[in-house]
């Protein structure tokens, strides 16, 4: 299974147990800016304890590994847990919505967007781009983290709320990569 297919497996899924989702990470980052190879699908889920067991049903061994107790541990404590495609190595991350001020933001603002015949919820640019430059800060100065928010940021320049960008940069504590994204995209 290619991982679109896998994508617009677990979408249906999620759909089916009228689970929220939103995608984001670098297969948003790859839709909204340069699209680059990735081995993650990176979802953010309102699931619950019964549509997390319908889901389950969804992915059984020995296709798919989803480690039931990982499911129910991210649900506790809104974390996050993964589901691994056994053939083709693909792996889809879900991220339990939280309620940090910045996730219900985010997650209020997705949108649909068509991708290969499937209607997809999506991050936008915007936050996507922090997103991006959070992970970065996070991981030390992802330069691939940072790239992707970059090649978003100089693909969607014309469209992109700066204030929503600026408030929320300053709030997460990536404002020195936020101006250093503007001047390298200006260069």
Excluded: C
Excluded at 116 to 129: A, F, K, M, N
């Amino acid at each position: 299974m290619s991982q679109s297919e896998l994508l617009k497996k677990v979408v249906a899924a999620l759909e089916a147990t009228g689970t929220p989702y939103m995608l984001t990470g670098s297969y948003a980052a790859s839709l909204q800016g340069e699209p680059r190879l990735t081995h993650d699908i990176d979802l953010v889920v309102a699931l619950t304890p019964s549509a997390a067991q319908s889901l389950q049903l969804k992915f059984l061994a020995p296709d798919y590994y989803l480690d039931e107790n990982a499911v129910a541990e991210a649900i506790e404590r809104k974390s996050q847990f993964n589901l691994l495609d056994v053939r083709s190595g693909d792996n889809v991350d879900f991220w339990l919505l939280t309620g940090e001020p910045f996730d219900p933001s985010r997650f209020a603002r997705r949108y649909v967007e068509e991708f290969e015949g499937q209607r997809l919820h999506v991050s936008r640019p915007e936050d996507t781009i922090l997103m991006k430059l959070h992970w970065a800060a996070l991981s030390g100065g992802s330069e691939k983290q940072f790239g992707d928010a970059r090649s978003v940021y100089e693909l969607q320049k014309n469209s992109l709320d700066l204030s929503y960008l600026e408030q929320w940069a300053k709030s997460l504590g990536v404002t020195t990569l936020w101006e250093r994204l503007k001047n390298e995209a200006e260069q």
